[in-house]
């Protein structure tokens, strides 16, 4: 049942008057950030569809249609060749296909086409879910054209996307489209720990870290999210202290060590954050706001110490770095500019040499 779903009420509220009114579209498409539930929605409008003892209009999730068609059937090898076929759950009328590497294939959508003709093996309608939309080239999405355009009454087909700017207008024109909202960082905290998915004492901090997505807050682990914020702590301090430039290009040289190069852009987004949080106390924000709620004691003593002006500034310097990652730009030039530019308050940052 939708009400089971974390979060995008407005969803649920759009979704449940389509299935009321009988005018659920053949083509759905779902549009929205990574890991906020689109897949567990679609899935949702399957079992409505399929279940034996609905209630109301939505599925009971305990009938037995209702429990397999959450369960999907995984190939068991890395083998691009068998990722290509539809993945059927345990329940017949309910496959998905995803992208076997790059993109979606031709021979992909033509099952899909094939499949959708056929009548329900056992329920009331056939649901084909494609993940990762945007994995479209032009020919898997011309393929699936006709289908979309005028699908079979007894299926229905949703397309999930968190990208829908990289799809052809003419898949975008025959979809339905959706649009599902990012969680907030209470709903995601309420989803983590009443499904006892994490531990409770990081719960809050994954939450609000994790940009509305749930699967980004089960992401990684904690222990290497508490060393980032460390190491960026020490910067933010350095920053707010008059003599803090030996701190700053210690810490330039520790962001660029061989080990910690794959972590460039995540403390860059761990350092904005404790900018931001450090800025709003400086404002008089309730410490209720902040993301980093646990370091209050820290960041009190460095609110006092910032200009607000200069930490929107240093946001601003961070965000042009990482614009300039999609370059390839010298990490360690940046990063040894970024942090005593921000030390002085010059902006905006010089362009770094490619490397």
């Not at 399929?50 to 939505?58: K, L, M």
């Not at 290509?84 to 099952?111: C, F, K, N, S, Y």
């Not at 240093?314 to 990490?331: A, C, G, S, Y």
Request: glycine share 6%; charged share 25%; hydrophobic share 45%.
């Amino acid at each position: 049942m939708f009400a089971q779903l974390t979060g995008n009420n407005r969803v649920k509220d759009v979704l449940t008057r389509m299935l009321e009114s009988g005018r659920l579209p053949g083509a759905l498409l779902f549009v929205g950030e990574e890991g906020i539930g689109k897949k567990l929605f679609a899935l949702e409008v399957a079992r409505a569809l399929n279940c034996r003892t609905p209630v109301g209009v939505e599925g009971c999730g305990v009938c037995g249609p209702c429990k397999r068609i959450v369960h999907f059937n995984y190939p068991t090898s890395s083998n691009t060749d068998d990722w290509i076929p539809i993945i059927w759950t345990d329940h017949r009328d309910v496959g998905m296909v995803v992208a076997p590497r790059r993109v979606l294939r031709v021979e992909q959508m033509r099952q899909i086409e094939g499949e959708a003709n056929f009548r329900p093996f056992e329920g009331k309608a056939r649901v084909f879910i494609v993940d990762e939309a945007e994995r479209f080239n032009d020919a898997s999405a011309n393929a699936l054209l006709k289908v979309l355009e005028e699908p079979p009454s007894t299926a229905h087909l949703i397309l999930i996307t968190s990208r829908p700017a990289m799809l052809l207008p003419t898949i975008l024109s025959r979809c339905q489209m959706i649009r599902f909202s990012p969680l907030s960082p209470a709903e995601i905290e309420d989803h983590l720990t009443s499904n006892k998915l994490v531990e409770p004492a990081s719960a809050r901090v994954r939450a609000r870290t994790a940009g509305g997505s749930i699967a980004r807050a089960l992401s990684g682990d904690i222990q290497t999210f508490n060393a980032q914020r460390k190491a960026m702590l020490a910067v933010l301090e350095a920053l707010s202290l008059a003599d803090g430039r030996a701190q700053l290009l210690k810490s330039a040289e520790q962001l660029n060590e061989a080990q910690y190069k794959d972590e460039f852009e995540e403390r860059l987004d761990v350092l904005e954050t404790l900018i931001r949080d450090a800025w709003m106390l400086s404002l008089g924000v309730e410490s209720t706001e902040l993301v980093n709620e646990d370091l209050l004691t820290d960041l009190q003593g460095i609110s006092k110490r910032i200009d607000p002006s200069k930490a929107a500034a240093w946001i601003l310097e961070i965000e042009d770095v990482r614009e300039q990652l999609i370059v390839n730009i010298n990490k360690k030039v940046a990063t040894d500019s970024l942090f005593l530019q921000m030390a002085s308050g010059e902006i905006p940052l010089k362009r770094f040499s490619v490397k």
